[in-house]
């Protein structure tokens, strides 16, 4: 009689050390939209030219919707001729729920926020369509102001901790990923990840006027037109203990782990990661929080429109050039998103509810874990 809980016990330990992670919440579909918070305000956190619709006035506005594939749509303002000194109408939108420690979280992306056409640009001056003529293998340039990202901060920033999945402003043509936080975490591995552009290694967000340890995807198919060209792709991000790492895959080299609607996924399957933030640099359970999952585009702001950023790839005033005036510099900023998946550890608490309630990626299994164990306690 007393074999059979421990036989049990072993087992569901056995288990839970080499489950996979497992879904615990899909955006997807028409209901896309239903579990996340509309931020309803100008941009007062990093202060851009725009201002963040509510879900009422951004389905009014058609600048979040679900299109007829089926994907979900958060755009700029492409239609309105803005004048000074009012702002761009945009989104930015959290998820309800916040995931703990432990869990992955994958965003399959078609199309991502990069700015205006190359004719577009054309017309903005003579300088600007030499320097394309000169660049014309790449169709990457004249993205100035547009600043999209998706990411994830805990409520109480810094203290909890920023990690950002996709990100980049103005020109840039390669994705940038990256880690804000309190002063105590760095980059300091390099040897667990493909990508060997370090722009910085102090995560704090009092180092480098709060640039982040940030890394630079090195492939232009990872963000703004290539991206768009590629059809897309899929990023991955691992907020696990012993490190927080991203993956990057285009749409033709995405993994079989990742193909189709994939209920578990195992890291092992994905290859090495294109970032990753190793705990030997930066404790993790130290200097993180759960986190809210975000999407937002702003304009100009803090990093686009400060004058180190801007002017590296930009010419003239980022407001008065670029917000005011065409709206068509903004038929590209957009995001169409396919789904955003997240994924637990088994028997893990790795879900809080935007009530606060608690949920398991797997009751079933952690309340016969339970079960179990009052059971062989009750036998001793």
Known sequence: MVRLPIICTLSLLSVVVSAQYQMVKEYAGPSFFNDWNFYANYDNLTNGDVNYLSAKDAQSQQLAYINSRGNAIMKVDNTSTVKFPDKRNSI??????????????????????????????????????????????????FQCSVWPAFWSSAPTWPDGGEIDTFEGVNQVTMNQMGLHTAPGCSHTNTSLQTST????????????????????????????AGFAQAGGGIYVTEFAAHGISIWFFTRSSIPDALQGNASSIDPASLGSPVATWNSDGCDITQSFEPQSLIFDISLCGDYAGNSNSFYQTCTGVCYQDWVLGNPSNYDNAY??????????????????????????????????????????????
């Open 92 to 141: 930015r939108i959290n998820s309800k729920d916040r995931y703990t420690i432990g869990t992955l979280w994958v965003a399959d992306m078609l199309h991502a926020p990069w700015g205006v056409s190359v004719y577009q640009a054309f017309l903005h001056g003579l300088h600007y369509y030499l320097t394309f003529f000169v660049s014309c293998a790449s169709v990457l340039l």
């Open 335 to 380: 995001f169409e998103v396919q789904y955003v998946r997240v994924y637990g550890q088994p028997g893990e608490l790795t879900v809080i509810h935007s009530g606060d309630a608690l949920r398991s990626s797997a009751s079933f299994v952690g309340l016969m874990f339970t079960a179990v164990a009052f059971s062989l306690l009750a036998l001793l």
């Open 197 to 224: 552009l370090i722009n910085s290694t102090d995560c704090s967000i009092y180092a480098n006027s709060n640039e982040g340890c940030i890394i630079t995807n090195p492939t232009t198919k990872s963000y703004g």
